[in-house]
């Protein structure tokens, strides 16, 4: 694959300027250096609507919180991500970034960060064996501190990289399924470091996972296919916030949305919420457009398959591709998929009906889209920028746990947001915080 291995880039950009001696040590694998203009261009646009993160980096320039820390991160390579790895260099951090997804990157966004003197290791459409290159690239760097979006770095660290175990403060999760991987390993007692949930702080999941997932993944389905939402009947398979947020926008654009679940909680939820609820066997027969959110593997099956409509839809905007049972569309299709148009791919099947799988069974939000607003990206990487300034100061004193951030920064990081946005709330009086903390007063 066609790309450019930088070394000793110039910095450019605001506030990016490295050390000579420094610049000349780092090394970038990318498609496309002279795309760094507009990519930086991007990033700052992204920097306008993230005043928090910005807040921090002001904070973090003045204090040095990550001084002499190296960060290896493997997350999607976004304009939003390039402001959160100025961020945690403004606190000191040495940093190093790989794709999380081999269509999630933006190759302009790469060219700016490489150009402003960032290691970084990113193509968009990277197959499987760049994709493991780059993710021990970044941890050649022998980090304190990984970030991860999928938990690919902690694996690593686990299997094939464990000597540089030792060396590792701790790590944090952005998405679900990582913490999902993550809390599996705790749970056979085979973690070997601290990792904070990044996903499970409030500040995160309740907008980054609902109004995040649910506008982007609606966004990239509409880019890769300009088709009408309206009147269609969406099935949404999985009602976690992900789920609640692809459902919610669906139903705001005229669909009738069908909700699959497997956990009676949630089922009832998306029920009293005033969606249908069914299993997909019966969903799949009615759905003209299905969207996995569960982060669980084949969900969309065979048998699925063989029940829809002709001219379906699929898409992922769960984490992992295998959400879609693609080799088993593959088999029951006559000619093994053909592309239609960019990320749409046409399975005619035998019976002559034809399922259409967009992004190939990838994030559609990223692979089609830009993923999620800035808006939302802003307390998501807000809440990473703190949670490295955790570990830098206390990971050495936690137990090698999957751990959530303590609460006090998901009230800091929302009271940012609501002083940006302008908006005011009451306080509670002397008498009111009495009354919550005693016992005494009844009915």
């Known amino acids: 694959m066609a790309g450019a291995v930088l070394e000793g880039a110039e910095a450019v950009g605001k506030g990016s300027a490295r050390k000579r001696g420094e610049v000349s040590a780092m090394k970038s694998d990318i498609t496309n250096p002279k795309l760094a203009a507009a990519g930086q261009a991007r990033v700052d646009w992204a920097g306008r609507f993230m005043p928090v993160l910005a807040q921090i980096r002001e904070r973090f320039e003045k204090e040095r919180p990550l001084k002499g820390i190296r960060i290896a991160a493997c997350l999607h390579v976004t304009t939003e991500t390039a402001q959160l790895m100025r961020?945690?260099?403004?606190?000191?951090?040495?940093?190093?970034?790989?794709?999380?997804?081999?269509?999630?990157?933006?190759?302009?966004?790469?060219?700016?960060?490489?150009?402003?003197?960032f290691s970084v290791h990113a193509r968009r459409g990277e197959d499987n064996k760049t994709y493991y290159k780059h993710i021990d690239s970044v941890l050649d760097m022998k980090p304190q501190v990984t970030m991860d979006d999928g938990a690919d770095l902690v694996s690593r660290l686990h299997t094939e990289r464990r000597d540089l175990v030792p060396g590792v403060l701790g790590s944090t999760e952005e998405t679900t399924t990582g913490v999902i991987r993550l809390k599996a390993l705790e749970q056979q007692k085979k973690l070997l470091f601290p990792v904070i949930a990044v996903n499970d702080s409030q500040t995160k999941f309740m907008f980054d996972n609902r109004y995040g997932t649910g506008q982007s993944t609606l966004d990239g389905i509409l880019r890769a296919t300009n088709i009408l939402i309206a009147g269609s009947v969406v099935v949404v398979c999985g009602y976690g916030w992900c789920g609640r947020g692809v459902a919610m926008r669906a139903k705001g654009f005229g669909a009738h949305v069908?909700?699959?679940?497997?956990?009676?909680?949630?089922?009832?939820?998306?029920?009293?919420?005033?969606?249908?609820?069914?299993?997909?066997?019966?969903?799949?027969?009615?759905?003209?457009?299905?969207?996995?959110?569960?982060?669980?593997?084949?969900?969309?099956?065979?048998?699925?398959?063989?029940?829809?409509?002709?001219?379906?839809?699929?898409?992922?905007?769960?984490?992992?591709?295998?959400?879609?049972?693609?080799?088993a569309?593959?088999?029951?299709?006559?000619?093994?998929?053909?592309?239609?148009?960019?990320?749409?791919?046409?399975?005619?099947?035998?019976?002559?009906?034809?399922?259409?799988?967009?992004?190939?069974?990838?994030?559609?939000?990223?692979s089609c889209a830009e993923g999620h607003p800035a808006e939302v990206m802003d307390m998501s990487f807000a809440n990473q920028a703190l949670a490295a300034e955790w570990l830098a100061k206390s990971g050495k004193t936690l137990a090698p746990k999957v751990h959530r951030l303590p609460e006090k920064f998901d009230r800091q990081i929302a009271a940012l947001k609501l002083k940006a946005k302008g908006i005011q709330i009451d306080r509670l009086t002397?008498?009111?915080?009495?009354?919550?903390?005693?016992?005494?007063?009844?009915?």
């Open 87 to 117: 961020t945690l260099k403004a606190g000191g951090a040495d940093v190093a970034l790989c794709a999380s997804n081999p269509l999630s990157t933006q190759d302009d966004t790469a060219a700016a960060l490489a150009a402003a003197g």
């Open 258 to 327: 069908i909700v699959c679940e497997v956990e009676p909680v949630r089922a009832l939820e998306a029920a009293m919420d005033g969606f249908e609820v069914m299993p997909i066997a019966q969903a799949a027969a009615k759905g003209d457009l299905f969207v996995s959110v569960t982060g669980d593997a084949k969900v969309i099956s065979e048998a699925a398959f063989k029940r829809m409509k002709d001219g379906a839809i699929v898409a992922n905007s769960g984490h992992f591709n295998v959400e879609v049972d693609l080799e």
């Open 329 to 366: 569309l593959k088999k029951l299709s006559k000619n093994g998929g053909r592309t239609i148009k960019p990320e749409v791919e046409e399975f005619e099947l035998r019976s002559g009906r034809r399922v259409l799988v967009l992004a190939g069974g990838r994030l559609v939000n990223l």
């Open 430 to 443: 002397a008498e009111q915080k009495h009354y919550l903390s005693s016992w005494e007063a009844g009915t």
